[in-house]
């Protein structure tokens, strides 16, 4: 263990490479941390000097982090974490607590949760602020690299991710799934059946995350494949293509009772079994050390009406 080149480097190094990973940028870095532009460079020449590595580079007007930079991160994040864990001696206080968080969801999942999520927060922290990301720009990579505290997404309960690491998994509410057509569809006034449901194209959600849905598995082994003809990161780009087209859409019940973008839509039972889904919270295990985020996570419980066996929820 070099100890001399170790101390070289403090938490100021680490908290500015964490923050970097999230921004990319100077400039944004600067102003989280309430420092000047300048201040953020010398640190993070400082780093690059001890390293031996550029960290960051310029690729047209962006910043590029380098491999090394990446591979960092979820380790550097852990190490902040420990250390606010270690620094914070008295019990989180959400009525003066000027922090942010952040959080991932399909924008389906958006109008089922956060509004409520943030008015029900809002009236206990006043000061918070929410940055959330559509769940196609940032995945499950954002938790494991420190820039996403929680995912919240539908998924077929029989679906596991592609990659885990140290993601844990808690389910707010189960949900059925539905097919939807429009209101012109040649189906709109037939029962459903196994056949026509396969004889029609269908409008598919693709998520690099996850595996295989378990019903697509399903269907295609006891019956055959569907035939997907379109596929959306999203349940209302595949709600709107319904509306103007003869493709079936098979999604979630519940965003189809409340969505705007579903109300002109015929909805109809699945013609077969289709396993269990719902919709689940997703964060990295050691991001559980940051009190303000045990305490986002126990009031995201209790929207929910899920009970917190971990913790008592104010």
């Not at 250390?83 to 942010?100: H, L, W």
């Not at 990579?141 to 997404?153: S, Y």
């Not at 909805?267 to 303000?292: C, E, I, R, T």
């Amino acid at each position: 263990m070099d100890l001399i080149k170790l101390s070289r480097i403090s938490m100021k190094h680490l908290i500015t490479l964490h923050v970097m990973l999230d921004t990319l940028s100077v400039t944004e870095c600067a102003e989280r941390l309430c420092v000047s532009p300048s201040s953020v460079s010398k640190t993070l020449s400082q780093l690059r000097d001890n390293l031996n590595d550029e960290l960051f580079y310029r690729h047209g007007n962006k910043l590029i982090s380098t491999p090394l930079a990446r591979r960092l991160g979820p380790t550097v994040h852990q190490m902040i974490s420990d250390m606010n864990q270690i620094m914070t001696k008295e019990a989180f206080q959400p009525e003066v607590y000027e922090g942010s968080f952040s959080l991932a969801m399909r924008e389906s999942t958006f109008e089922l949760i956060a509004g409520g999520l943030y008015a029900h927060v809002l009236k206990k922290a006043p000061n918070v602020r929410f940055d959330i990301w559509s769940k196609d720009s940032i995945g499950f990579d954002g938790l494991t690299k420190g820039m996403l505290d929680f995912v919240i997404l539908p998924h077929d309960l029989s679906q596991p991710p592609l990659v885990q690491n140290n993601l844990v998994w808690q389910t707010l509410f189960t949900d059925e799934m539905v097919c939807l057509m429009a209101h012109d569809h040649p189906l709109a006034d037939k029962e459903l059946t196994i056949e026509n449901y396969l004889n029609y194209g269908h409008i598919s959600i693709f998520d690099n995350d996850l595996s295989v849905p378990f019903f697509e598995m399903q269907l295609t082994q006891q019956h055959h494949k569907r035939k997907v003809v379109v596929n959306v990161a999203d349940f209302g780009g595949a709600a709107t293509m319904c509306h103007n087209s003869d493709l079936l859409f098979t999604c979630s019940k519940r965003w189809a009772s409340n969505a705007l973008q579903s109300k002109a839509l015929v909805a109809k039972p699945l013609p077969f079994n289709y396993g269990k889904v719902a919709y689940s919270l997703v964060w990295h295990q050691p991001s559980m050390n940051d009190p303000a985020v045990r305490w986002l996570h126990q009031q995201i419980l209790l929207l929910c009406g899920v009970e917190d066996k971990s913790a008592e929820i104010d």
